[in-house]
Antibody, heavy 118, light 110 residues
Framework: QVQLQESGPGLVKPSETLSLTCNVSGGSISSFYWSWIRQPPGKGLEWIGD???????NYKSSLKSRVTISVDTSKNQFSLKLSSVTAADTALYYC????????????WGQGTTVTVSS | QSVLTQPPSASGTPGQRVAISCSGSSSNLGSNIVNWYQQLPGTAPKLLIYSNNQRPSGVPDRFSGSKSGTSASLAISGLQSEDEADYYCAAWDDSLNGVVFGGGTKLTVL
């Protein structure tokens, strides 16, 4: 059974870069799309972007200038970098799996909280 | 302001049937499948309905989905207390070239 686990610093200073990794266990990262989604405190879900295991990406347009999603198939993990963070980037960050770019996210990580504060 | 529009809240009594709507446009619901997620308090979202009306293994048949044009609906029959959760619709948007979520509907079981 595939499981996802997010990891990374829980506190990031304003203007710095948020970096998170999602480790995929119990299955291969190959042949799937991998997503990052976030949820600000008390608010709804926001898709950040996807990466196909071969490396092609799609990002939310409003975040595109600050987001980089990468994949490391040798480590069976993918990563999120969000630069120039502000308090508005404080959220619970989830990683998830999709079979196709348009399909539902069928496996989710438990999420990791990132707070942007000095 | 979410691209997909959902009512912020819904409620029902145990045993009742409730429906949650999701409204979009030609670039998302009008041309792509809708997926629904259930988020129980304090937990990660869970895929509840995929491809408009398909249930993943383990999801009770009390949950059903439908889509017509640029609107979709999630129905829950035989409402149970454990169904109290936030529900989100989502779809790929061809114009935005990305996934769009509804704002979420908080379901309360009275």
């Amino acid at each position: 059974q595939v499981q996802l686990q997010e990891s990374g610093p829980g506190l990031v200073k304003p203007s710095e870069t948020l970096s998170l990794t999602c480790n995929v266990s119990g299955g291969s990262i190959s042949s799937f799309y991998w997503s990052w989604i976030r949820q600000p405190p008390g608010k709804g879900l926001e898709w950040i972007g996807d990466i196909y295991y071969l490396g092609s990406t799609n990002y939310k347009s409003s975040l595109k200038s600050r987001v980089t999603i990468s994949v490391d198939t040798s480590k069976n993990q993918f990563s999120l970098k969000l630069s120039s963070v502000t308090a508005a980037d404080t959220a619970l960050y989830y990683c998830a799996r999709k079979i196709y770019y348009y399909s539902g996210m069928d496996v989710w990580g438990q999420g990791t909280t990132v707070t942007v504060s000095s | 302001q979410s691209v997909l529009t959902q009512p912020p809240s819904a409620s029902g009594t145990p045993g009742q049937r409730v429906a949650i709507s999701c409204s979009g446009s030609s670039s998302n619901l009008g041309s792509n499948i809708v997926n629904w997620y259930q988020q129980l308090p304090g937990t990660a979202p869970k895929l509840l309905i995929y491809s408009n009306n398909q249930r993943p293994s383990g999801v009770p048949d009390r949950f059903s989905g439908s889509k017509s044009g640029t609107s979709a609906s999630l129905a829950i029959s035989g409402l149970q207390s454990e169904d109290e959760a936030d529900y989100y619709c989502a779809a790929w948007d061809d114009s935005l070239n990305g996934v769009v979520f509804g704002g979420g509907t908080k379901l309360t079981v009275l």
